[in-house]
């Protein structure tokens, strides 16, 4: 492990050595000619450093305390400010939980591995007492003694610092990005905190908090033909990722690779990746060649590297011997025209102006992010989640299909059996496969409350769990649930949100089983007593028409399930499994799948999460099930099951409202008798609560898109970054969306989806962030663009008016928008490998200081037109993202050019300017935050 002094007394130690990847992230804090970057993670302070021998002080990235629960809690606040706090009251530990709230204590008892990124940090009262013989040269931060042209000299700082330009603190990448605007010799990254700059360092002397020197290789990369040695990599590492380097050869079948031209090496590797190439031959360490296969090695007298693409290889680091004279320095070579990578393109009418940034030090960014064990969470997990033993998997980025194998097709007859109100209209073969969660459109939701009110009962039962977790089980619930209790029952429900599943593989063998059934049975006996949802239907045309018809010779029934919602999510995508029957609240009818008439009911099981995106938010899956001839029973019967055995039933219905005067409960044996239909979002209310209506401009999401293949998962915990080839449906529909955007005709080559969790928490909490501020002003809305530009009728998004009139569902729509917030799709153009790598990365906001005609910012458009006009063109086809974008409260312009805009709308409280150019258009979209766009799709176009 590697300690480090952080702050005051405190000291940084990384991870565990049994840990799979590290924890401890140098903080992405720019300056000079980069802008300043907030990282996701409020631990600013963690360094890599070389470890000083007396230092006893320590934090430990990814860990808790064993004792935590004897900790004083403070909530959430900075690290700097829990420091503080510590300090104040002389506590010995510190347990940063989640990265976002201060615990103190006494003692910490173990270390356990956290999932949430904690970090624990001991005080050593102690700190700064260094003696000078205690650094050992050549330990370099970090802990590399070779980065690009620069080469380091570990636990040194220069005899002539005196002469040095100091910049403050900021990240090693931003200082060496800084070195070499300014053209410097060398940096003395001091106390491997501040960046200072010097054109010679006279000579090494020991340092005793840590500094280390970097000089800077002007000839680094300028190669003789008779110079290069075979083995030598460029740039000097023989694995780059997931690539294997052979230095100074080329491929001997070099004349079938397909020729890029000149580029970063970083920017090649992107490349190959997105072309799914094996080999790369780095042409002269310039030029980027891609190859699928390499023939035979030949040596190259230009210094040309290949590399052999081994997929998701880890890298190795070698160490470097230590150098403890400080080099001459040498003329630097004629510049050369390759020294930027274009990593975003400004779309200012008229005027091309390109953003010109280092993309080796974007993709330095990606790689820490990727070495994540779990992304950091915006909110604490729950303390005693029992995921803290576990890591969360780690997923590397990858390209997948979005697979229509999972999705079985419908039988011609099953087709004729859809529900009306799914809206599917059955064309042709390729009609009948698909596997979708929709959100039931705002109109419908009214029903779902209504069937809400008309199925509860006030009635606790010895299932339903205490509500302050102190309490054992007791018959008719404990004293919390009942009348007058803390917090009492729930007094009915608020309808959040609902999900609809249409998924034909399990609707198909539903429909196969219900007829099987009415084959056997003919016309099955309904219950004595009508079900409770079959009765609010029955006198609800409307709810009728919205949940569709059902079939009463087999007894089909809408019915409840409680669940969790992220277990709500997986049922949805994979149905219900029988393995898992009983194990949330036991078999007292045999092992099947238990439901319930009321959902009072089935609320008993229904979880929320402690804290996060479901806090107080609980699921219950509203279920067609198919009860058929049926098993009535009024007492406990674990031996129902034997009657479907038998084949004498269907189901059992479990009738405790006749014995004890509680509810029916309904089980069935076989997941085909029940279709998961919808899922139900709800809050719980209580006490003189009542339900109000879901609002329309700001309804409540999932915490992942519900169209996702991985909507379900926790994307704090469960680290995934994933590029999905879309389908041909969702291609087609974005295809509809192009032409809709364009006066053209642009034709969508091929599209990836891109899911990402690391990238989407940022956006998700910069999100919330905006919606606090709505909030506070006790809205509901931020203004939006018709509004602001006058034009009430025609001003809307014109993306957002065509989601408007197509059906988009399993895309995006308003559904899946937050309009309130001024959340819509745009449109950005740019090269393939800039989309590539803001797909990976995100944006980056640098901070320009001239030539941003309304300022600096993300610059989008809702003119398909106006951002192709900014994408290369290349053999006929282009790149474009199509992006989330939250904008939030807007400034408005209607100047030709004001690059003043950031600034006057940061001045007045606004996240955004909208510029509409002479009052003419096209309209321009500037967006002050990376963190306020997530690049959702990456589409060719050919045009």
Not at 174 to 193: H, P
Not at 486 to 514: A, C, H, N
Request: glycine share 8%; charged share 20%.
């Amino acid at each position: 492990m590697t300690a480090t002094p952080i702050a005051g007394c405190w000291t940084a130690v990384g991870p565990m050595s049994h840990h799979p990847v590290g924890a401890v992230r140098t903080p992405a804090i720019w300056h000079g000619v980069l802008s300043a970057r907030r990282s996701l993670s409020p631990v600013h302070a963690f360094r890599t450093q070389p470890k000083l021998a007396n230092t006893r002080a320590s934090a430990r990235g990814m860990t808790y305390c064993s004792n935590q629960a004897s900790a004083s809690r403070h909530g959430s606040m900075s690290l700097t400010a829990c420091m503080a706090l510590c300090k104040s009251m002389n506590c010995q530990f510190i347990q940063y939980d989640c990265n976002t709230d201060c615990w103190l204590l006494d003692s910490c008892g173990t270390y356990e591995l956290s999932t949430c990124g904690s970090s624990t940090y001991f005080r050593d009262l102690t700190w700064g007492v260094v003696s000078a013989t205690q650094p050992q040269p050549g330990a370099c931060f970090p802990n590399t003694a070779q980065t690009g042209e620069f080469t380091c000299t570990g636990n040194m700082y220069c005899s002539n610092q005196a002469s040095a330009s100091k910049h403050g603190f900021m990240s090693l990448t931003a200082c060496m990005a800084l070195c070499k605007s300014m053209s410097c010799q060398f940096i003395q990254y001091d106390c491997n905190t501040d960046c200072w700059l010097l054109d010679s360092c006279g000579t090494y002397e020991l340092s005793t908090c840590g500094s280390s020197t970097y000089f800077r290789d002007l000839t680094w990369g300028v190669v003789s033909a008779t110079q290069p040695q075979p083995g030598a990599c460029f740039p000097n590492t023989a694995q780059t990722g997931e690539y294997t380097c052979t230095g100074n050869m080329y491929c001997s079948n070099q004349a079938s690779a397909s020729k890029h031209g000149s580029m970063s090496l970083t920017v090649c590797m992107a490349l190959c990746k997105t072309m799914n190439c094996q080999f790369i031959q780095y042409d002269c360490n310039t030029d980027c060649w891609l190859l699928d296969n390499c023939g035979t090695y030949a040596i190259s007298t230009c210094g040309s590297s290949l590399y052999h693409n081994t997929l998701f290889n880890t890298p190795t680091m070698t160490s470097i011997a230590p150098v403890l004279t400080a080099p001459v320095p040498v003329p630097a070579p004629p510049p050369s025209d390759d020294s930027g990578v274009v990593v975003l393109t400004s779309i200012g009418g008229g005027l091309s102006v390109v953003i010109l940034g280092m993309l080796g030090i974007f993709l330095r960014r990606l790689r820490a992010k990727r070495q994540m064990a779990a992304v950091t969470p915006v909110t604490p997990m729950p303390t005693d989640s029992p995921d803290r033993s576990k890591p969360a998997r780690v997923r590397v980025s990858q390209m997948d299909e979005e697979a229509e194998s999972k999705a079985k097709p419908l039988s011609d007859a099953t087709a004729e059996s859809l529900p009306d109100n799914w809206g599917r209209k059955i064309g042709s073969k390729q009609d009948l496969t698909f596997d979708d969660l929709v959100y039931v459109p705002h109109a419908d939701l009214n029903v779902f409350q209504t069937l809400l009110n008309k199925t509860y009962r006030p009635i606790p039962t010895q299932d339903r769990p205490c509500p302050n977790k102190k309490c054992d089980k007791q018959k008719g619930g404990c004293p919390c649930v009942q009348r007058g209790g803390d917090p009492g029952l729930p007094t009915g429900y608020q309808l959040m949100r609902v999900i609809r599943v249409e998924d034909s593989g399990m609707f198909d063998r539903y429909v196969k089983r219900r007829s099987d059934i009415r084959r056997k049975r003919g016309s099955c006996k309904p219950p004595d007593s009508q079900f409770f949802t079959a009765a609010a239907m029955e006198h609800d045309a409307a709810m009728k028409s919205a949940l569709g018809s059902v079939d009463d010779d087999t007894n089909e029934v809408f019915l409840w399930h409680g669940t969790q919602i992220r277990k709500g999510l997986a049922i949805a995508q994979d149905d219900f499994d029988l393995s898992f029957a009983g194990s949330g609240a036991g078999t007292m009818y045999g092992k099947g799948l238990y439901f319930a008439e009321s959902c009072t009911k089935a609320d008993e099981y229904a979880k929320d999460e402690d804290d996060g995106h479901y806090e107080k938010i609980h699921a219950m899956l509203l279920c067609r099930v198919c009860v058929g001839n049926y098993h009535y029973v009024t007492d406990r019967d674990p031996s129902a099951i034997d009657h479907f055995h038998r084949g004498d039933t269907d189901s059992t219905i479990g009738d405790r409202a006749a014995a004890v005067h509680t509810y029916r409960e309904i089980v069935v044996y076989d997941a085909d008798q029940v279709y998961p239909e919808y899922l139900v979002l709800y809050k719980r209310l209580h006490k003189g609560q009542h339900a109000q209506p879901v609002s329309e401009s700001r309804p409540f999401v999932l915490e992942l898109p519900v169209y996702w293949l991985n909507v379900g998962k926790n994307p704090f915990t469960e680290s995934f970054n994933v590029h999905y080839k879309v389908r041909e449906k969702i291609r087609a529909t974005l295809q509809r969306l192009a032409m809709g955007c364009s006066a053209n005709k642009p034709r969508v080559v091929s599209a990836r989806r891109v899911e990402d969790s690391s990238l989407w928490v940022r956006y998700i909490r910069k999100k919330s962030s905006l919606g606090n501020a709505l909030d506070d002003r006790g809205e509901d809305k931020f203004k939006p663009p018709n509004e602001l530009d006058g034009k009430p009728e025609t001003g809307h998004s014109l993306t957002t008016s065509l989601l408007r009139e197509k059906h988009t569902e399993d895309t995006v729509s308003l559904e899946n928008i937050q309009y309130g917030l001024n959340e819509m799709l745009l449109w950005h153009g740019t090269d393939r490998a800039a989309a590539t790598v803001i797909a990976e990365e995100g944006f980056l906001v640098l901070d320009a200081k001239h030539g941003r005609r309304f300022g600096n910012g993300v610059y989008l458009a809702e003119d398909l037109d106006k951002s192709l006009s900014y994408a290369p063109e290349v053999s006929g086809r282009r790149h474009v993202l199509l992006c989330r974008a939250v904008c939030g409260d807007m400034h408005y312009t209607e100047q030709h050019w004001e690059s003043s805009a950031d600034s006057t709308a940061k001045k007045n409280g606004k996240h955004s300017v909208l510029a509409n150019p002479d009052g003419v258009g096209p309209r321009e979209y500037v967006l002050f935050e990376e963190d306020q766009v997530y690049p959702e799709y990456l589409l060719e176009i050919e045009s």
